[in-house]
């Protein structure tokens, strides 16, 4: 039901827009977030947009990535600008059942097909 692409090699200092399509059940009434993995390490939350429209930033993305979503929700975006070599993961798009702001991969009921980004120096 959700669906991740954008993804790709990118130089560090540059830009890349990751999308999420969504189907079936998940829209408006569901909160959507980004998370990302990379090799040897667990998955980490890097954003959410809340159901009612708040978003929350991972620390090493605030000032750098921007999610937004669609008016009909069924679009979730990931802006990432100033890209790092650290950021080099591949990024799965979840979501989440309720109106709060959700950190830890178990909150989240459904989760989208990963895409690579990698950046490079």
């Known amino acids: 039901q959700l669906q991740a692409s954008g993804g790709g090699l990118v130089q560090t200092g540059g830009s890349l827009r990751l999308s999420c399509e969504a189907s079936?059940?998940?829209?408006?009434?569901?909160?959507m977030a980004w998370f990302r993995q990379a090799p040897g390490r667990e998955r980490e939350f890097v954003v959410i947009?809340?159901?009612?429209?708040?978003?929350s930033h991972a620390n090493s993305v605030k000032g750098r990535f921007t999610i937004s979503r669609d008016n009909a929700g069924n679009t979730l975006y990931l802006q990432m600008n100033s890209l790092k070599s650290e950021d080099t993961a591949v990024y799965y798009c979840?979501?989440?059942?309720?109106?709060?702001?959700?950190?830890?991969?178990?909150?989240?009921?459904?989760w989208g097909r990963g895409t690579q980004v990698t950046v490079s120096s």
């Open positions: 979840a979501a989440a059942r309720g109106d709060g702001i959700y950190y830890r991969p178990g909150s989240y009921d459904y």
């Open positions: 947009r809340s159901s009612r429209g708040s978003t």
């Open positions: 079936g059940r998940t829209g408006l009434n569901y909160g």
